[in-house]
Structure formats: C-alpha cells, structure tokens
C-alpha cells in the first residue's frame, strides 16, 4: 500500500462545532491544491448527539416534526452543503468523514463512494457475516429483511476541486425511534436497521470502530498513520 490516510477519532462531538472542524480540513487541503503543495487525506470517525441533516438539494418535508418536537426529543437540525436527502445521526452511530484529495488517490468520485461502500460491506461480511449490498439510484450500505430493503449505512458527501466532506452513517448500536420522525434520505418504501438489532445483542462501539477503520483503509489501498 502507497496511499496514507490519516485516522482521527473526535468521539462525541456536537454536530456544528464537527463541521466547523471538517471546513478547516477541507479548507487546508483546497489551498495545498491550488499552491501545488502535496495534499493530505483525512478519515475522522465521531459520534454525534441527537441531530438530523438536509442535503443542499433534500426535500424539508421529508422532516416530519415541528421545531417545538425537536426540542421535545432533544434534537437539533441543520440544512447542509452535502449531497442526499434528511437523515439523522445519534449516539450508538459511528459517523466517519473522509476529507480526501481523489487526485491524490487515483480515484473518481464515483469510485470514492463505491470503496466507501464496499469497506462497509466487507467489514460487515468478515467481521459479522452479513450480507449486505449496494442498491442502484440508493447510495448507501442495505440488507434484505423480512421487512424489505433496510438500510445500515447512509452516505451523503461533497466535493470541490476533487477534495471531499462529510461522509457515511453507520448504525450500530442506534435508536431506531429518531428515524420516525423523517423519511431517512426521502425514501418512503425502504426501511433502517442497526448492527445490533440484526445481531440480536449491543456491539461493542469502541471494538466496532476499531475494525471498520482497517476496511475502509484497505478498500482505499491505504495505509492508516
């Protein structure tokens, strides 16, 4: 492996105060570009407190609650520059944000979202022998249940200049109930599931982050520091 990502756990972190964070990265990396100076790729996992996002172009009634019921539940909103539709992010929910340099990688952007999926995926089969997949026109991390296409896994990104923000979702231990209150990335017929509620058992969170980080840095041919 040639490529270098370097890993940066932020634990629990308010949603704003992490994007702030993330601009500052991302920001770093444009100027690198434009000086021609050698760029640097990112990966941060994070936990977040109850909060949901829109993507740039997402649909506001795809939020099912008023301002006062998100107070209610303790959760704020924010209408973002990222791709996607609503979805939420909570506490038992590892959220990790590649700010990477594709030029730097040798990757498009279509490819950058297809390794993302399929580092989730391969963790998911070696680490819990699940079979997850890919759905056209669906981007994201899915399994078949009884209930139909459920989703795992939500990803929802940015790009400028080839450098990348923002990122996936991925439910391990996650409280279902959040998801209620929205059409998770606007789809009304498909569903969303958690490691833990397929597993039957609450994973280990900390284990969990540890071994996904080694899936996503192999399926970037990538060397984690």
Known sequence: M????????????????????QEVIFNKQITRKQNEEPTENNLIFVEHPH????GKHGDRTNMLISDEMLEKIN????????GGDVTYHGPGQIVGYP???????GVSYKGFIEKIENGIINYLKEAHGLDTFQ????????????????????IGTRASKYVTMHGFALNINTNLEYFDY??????????????????????????????????LAEAFEADLV
Do not use: M
């Not at 959760?75 to 990222?82: G, L």
């Not at 700010?99 to 990688?105: A, G, M, T, V, Y």
């Open 75 to 82: 959760a704020t909103y924010y209408h973002i520059d990222r």
């Open 182 to 215: 929205i059409n998770p990335c606007g789809f009304t017929d498909k569903g969303v599931t958690t490691l833990a509620k397929v597993k039957g058992a609450k994973q280990d969170f900390e284990k969990e982050k540890s071994i996904l980080k080694g899936f």
């Open 135 to 154: 759905l056209p026109k669906a981007t994201g991390v899915w399994l078949e249940s009884k209930r139909g296409h459920e989703k795992v896994c939500a």
């Open 51 to 54: 909060v949901y996002t829109l």
């Open 99 to 105: 700010i990477f340099d594709l030029e730097n990688l």
């Open 2 to 21: 040639t490529n270098k990502i370097i890993f940066e756990d932020w634990k629990t972190l308010e949603y704003a105060e992490a994007w702030k964070k």
